[in-house]
């Protein structure tokens, strides 16, 4: 699984988007917008897989 698991600043690297708008986006209440993530504690991470299904998925930002 290692690997998997990424931080905000390699989500936003895999995304290519900066971290001010891939954490807009994991915040977002339009679930069509919401980027896949859980915040543990102050720290956000991003399953890559997840990220990717998002992506699939069409979402436009």
């Known amino acids: ?5 990424l931080t905000a600043t390699e989500a ?3 995304l290519r988007i ?3 708008s891939l954490y ?3 915040k977002s209440k339009d679930e069509a917008l919401r ?3 859980v915040k ?3 720290k ?4 890559k897989q ?5 992506v699939i998925k069409g979402t436009k930002i």
């Open 1 to 5: 699984m290692e690997g998997n698991i």
């Open 12 to 14: 936003a690297a895999f």
């Open 18 to 20: 900066s971290k001010n």
């Open 24 to 26: 807009a986006y994991a």
């Open 35 to 37: 980027i896949p993530g």
């Open 40 to 42: 543990i504690g102050k």
């Open 44 to 47: 956000w991470r991003f399953h």
């Open 50 to 54: 997840a990220l990717e299904q998002w």
